[in-house]
């Protein structure tokens, strides 16, 4: 029997939203806090949350940053003449088996995946996540959980991030049966596949919430069966937003007849558009063409970019000279991630409604965790608690 289990449980793109819609977990998870989510994708909220740095402190906002000089994917600018035809290699199926071909010759241990980048602009570009950042140092300099864990006299469990939902509950759940864990940090990210796909299909999400709450409170159970006290939280990075239209931003800016790597360079996320002015008469050409094609959405100012910590840091990537965000619902298409709109789509305004994260716990929450990038500060004070608690009652 432990002193006490705390459970932290993960559920990528499980918005306010939606927890709030369909009461997710009410009864057993009481305290209930809407959380701002970080600017950004999963690819920023993680390490914002593992860390609680922002863009501007851990160097993750995007995958995909221009950077010719130090490019790891030199070598593919060559190769992209010999992947013909081009619509066979743009395949998502294809896209995957490449990315992963690539991840493994590159020996990246982080989340690595091509999306729709193309061929012969990939050799211009970096990638951010090439290290697992949830293992120890995995955000070197700065501290992530683990190595916060790692300094505390608990015992814990991550999930592997790379394992199926099902594989993690049932690692969970045997490290609590096996007591061999005070804190356990879950990681699930079925459902942010499932809204991008079926934000329209209540009754799949239903369904879906359903198995998360039935697999939760079998851990509830657990915990409760070996311990003396437990907790349990859940944490999220940001909601889902219907798709409500889309912009062809890159067919307005290609257009132009201006020549990509000479005068200017650009990443077309989803939600974003960011682009590197290499000459002084480009930044005016694709600034007044945007623009003047009314696209809904708007350049970021200097404010938001501080703001939203996303302004680049000293040492940091620059992820954009310039970044015009689509207003909630419009998907810029085609896009650096695909040829298509996805029905559901997150990346835009963290002040939107459909963007906001959550947090909801079996314990009263303290009232300054606002923000997804507070997240961490919350598991570290519970990991001190935990610690002190498991020393007060004498370690083995
Ligand atoms: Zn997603």
């Not at 995909?64 to 030199?74: C, I, L, M, R």
């Not at 955000?139 to 015992?155: F, I, V």
């Not at 002015?277 to 200097?302: C, K, Y």
Request: charged share 20%; glycine share 6%; aromatic share 12%.
């Amino acid at each position: 029997m432990l002193p006490k289990i705390e459970i932290v449980v993960f559920i990528d793109a499980l918005g306010w939203e939606i927890a709030q819609k369909h009461s997710f977990l009410q009864q057993e998870l009481p305290f209930r806090q809407r959380i701002e989510m970080q600017f950004g994708y999963s690819c920023t909220a993680l390490p914002t949350i593992l860390s609680g740095c922002r863009p501007n402190e851990h160097g993750h906002l995007c995958l995909f940053y221009y950077d010719p000089v130090n490019s790891p994917f030199k070598a593919l600018r060559y190769l992209h003449w010999l992947l013909r035809p081009r619509s066979f290699w743009n395949r998502g199926r294809v896209r995957n088996i490449l990315s992963r071909i690539i991840r493994r010759l590159y020996r990246y241990d982080g989340y690595f995946q091509l999306y729709q980048m193309p061929l012969d602009r990939i050799g211009m570009m970096n990638y951010c996540e090439k290290q697992d950042i949830f293992a120890p140092k995995g955000l070197s300099p700065l501290p992530n959980l683990q190595d916060t864990l790692m300094q505390s006299r608990l015992k814990y469990h991550l999930s592997d991030w790379r394992a199926s939902e099902q594989e993690n509950i049932a690692a969970a759940a045997a490290a609590i049966q096996s007591e061999e864990a005070d804190f356990l940090f879950i990681y699930l990210a079925g459902l942010d596949s499932l809204l991008h796909e079926k934000i329209g299909e209540p009754e799949l999400i239903q369904e879906k919430l359903q198995f998360y709450e039935q697999q939760l409170r079998h851990l509830l159970q657990l915990a409760q069966e070996h311990a003396d006290s437990f907790s349990l939280t859940v944490i999220s990075d940001h909601g889902m937003t219907p798709l409500r239209g889309t912009a062809d931003i890159k067919g307005a800016v290609e257009e132009l007849g201006l020549r990509f790597g000479v005068d200017y360079a650009a990443c077309y996320d989803a939600t974003m558009f960011r682009v590197y002015f290499l000459t002084d008469a480009a930044r005016e050409i694709i600034m007044n063409r945007v623009t003047s094609q009314n696209f809904p959405g708007h350049w970021l100012s200097q404010e938001e970019k501080q703001r939203y910590g996303i302004e680049t840091g000293s040492g940091q990537p620059n992820y954009g000279d310039e970044i015009f965000l689509l207003a909630p619902g419009v998907q810029i298409v085609p896009s650096d991630m695909g040829d298509k709109p996805l029905p559901g789509m997150h990346g835009f305004a963290p002040e939107d409604q459909d963007s906001a994260a959550v947090l909801l716990s079996t314990d009263p929450l303290p009232e300054d965790i606002r923000e997804v990038a507070d997240l961490f500060s919350f598991m570290k004070t519970r990991i001190a608690a935990l610690d002190e608690l498991h020393w007060r009652n004498g370690p083995a």
